[in-house]
């Protein structure tokens, strides 16, 4: 399926928008802290533990070249 392109107007408006900082905003902030913050989905932290075990070149066992 073909990608839709987003219409750049809209997105820098939306941009502007979240940029703002309201107090309607803070109030959510402070609430959302209150419950834990942001919560990672299940996933990402998936994802994190595959790639702290992968290897990756050059970070093996360095060889003592003396």
């Keep these: 399926m073909k990608k839709r392109r987003k219409n750049p107007h809209a997105v820098a408006l939306g941009r502007l928008g979240g940029l703002v900082r309201s107090e309607a905003k803070r109030r959510a902030n402070r609430a959302n802290g209150r419950k834990g ?22 970070r093996g066992k360095k ?3 003396s």
């Design 63 to 65: 060889s003592s070249k």
């Design 37 to 58: 913050g942001l919560v990672k989905s299940r996933k990402k932290r998936i994802a994190a533990r595959r790639n702290a075990r992968r290897p990756r070149p050059g």
